[in-house]
């Protein structure tokens, strides 16, 4: 009977080109963090939707969800109110089914990095260091732009911000060595910019380069 459901909500999805608002906001809603532990049926049948018939879904679940990050109306996008409010859970959930839906998103996010509002970069600065730290996917080699974008939020103007993306350097490393050149060049360069208005510095750079321990410049990145 399931094998029969998915069969013919897969081929639903194909015949309509992935076009089917309403289809497809069936297939996200399962999803939303409280709605996946009230029905684990609707769940594992929206995630092997998701990772049969991604190429198919990746252009309009990209569009519903760009839209939502840059503002547009949810009438004339066409989403719940629900979706809208959970969009950076949908959009973590999404990348364990699929990456590659959201390869058109995530510039998308980074550019919540910009935004006026403290509490906006700071949701998207989280998402994004779970992201590129995630060992679903590799966004950070196939998004370097992006992943440069969010290591430069390390000088925002808000500690929360700071902290939040230092935080997560020791993560990203640990699980992803090929990012490690881009997270010390960005640690050298802090090192030697502030070395002219904080004397105590010399001992970061040696505990950092030398014990490989960033917790002392976590900390000071917080107060700066």
Same mark, same amino acid.
């Given at each position: 009977?399931?094998?029969?459901?998915?069969?013919?909500?897969?081929?639903?999805?194909?015949?309509?080109?992935?076009?089917?608002?309403?289809?497809?906001?069936?297939?996200?809603?399962?999803?939303?963090?409280?709605?996946?532990?009230?029905?684990?049926?609707?769940?594992?049948?929206?995630?092997?939707?998701?990772?049969?018939?991604?190429?198919?879904?990746?252009?309009?679940?990209?569009?519903?969800?760009?839209?939502?990050?840059?503002?547009?109306?949810?009438?004339?996008?066409?989403?719940?109110?629900?979706?809208?409010?959970?969009?950076?859970?949908? =959009? &973590?959930?999404?990348?364990?089914?699929?990456?590659?839906?959201?390869?058109?998103?995530?510039?998308?996010?980074?550019?919540?990095?910009?935004?006026?509002?403290?509490?906006?970069?700071?949701?998207?600065?989280?998402?994004?260091?779970?992201?590129?730290?995630?060992?679903?996917?590799?966004?950070?080699?196939?998004?370097?732009?992006?992943?440069?974008?969010?290591?430069?939020?390390?000088?925002?103007?808000?500690?929360? =911000?700071?902290?939040?993306?230092?935080?997560?350097?020791? &993560?990203?490393?640990?699980?992803?060595?090929?990012?490690?050149?881009?997270?010390?060049?960005?640690?050298?360069?802090?090192?030697?910019?502030?070395?002219?208005?904080?004397?105590?510095?010399?001992?970061?750079?040696?505990?950092?380069?030398?014990?490989?321990?960033?917790?002392?410049?976590?900390?000071?990145?917080?107060?700066?």
């Amino acid at each position: 009977m399931l094998a029969r459901s998915l069969e013919v909500l897969q081929a639903c999805i194909v015949e309509s080109e992935g076009k089917n608002e309403e289809l497809l906001e069936q297939l996200l809603l399962p999803l939303l963090p409280h709605n996946k532990t009230d029905n684990i049926a609707a769940y594992q049948v929206a995630a092997t939707v998701l990772r049969d018939a991604w190429s198919t879904l990746e252009g309009p679940v990209s569009s519903i969800l760009n839209q939502i990050l840059v503002g547009t109306s949810r009438e004339s996008v066409g989403s719940s109110a629900e979706i809208a409010d959970h969009v950076y859970s949908l =959009i &973590f959930e999404l990348h364990r089914m699929a990456p590659a839906l959201l390869n058109a998103v995530i510039p998308s996010i980074c550019l919540q990095l910009q935004v006026e509002e403290e509490d906006v970069r700071l949701r998207a600065a989280m998402l994004l260091g779970q992201l590129f730290a995630s060992s679903h996917a590799e966004y950070g080699v196939e998004f370097t732009r992006s992943f440069k974008d969010y290591l430069g939020r390390s000088n925002d103007i808000s500690a929360n =911000i700071r902290l939040e993306v230092v935080n997560s350097f020791g &993560f990203i490393v640990q699980n992803k060595p090929a990012l490690r050149k881009h997270i010390e060049g960005t640690i050298l360069y802090y090192i030697l910019y502030y070395c002219t208005i904080c004397s105590t510095i010399h001992v970061l750079y040696y505990t950092v380069y030398n014990n490989h321990d960033v917790s002392l410049f976590v900390v000071w990145f917080g107060f700066y």
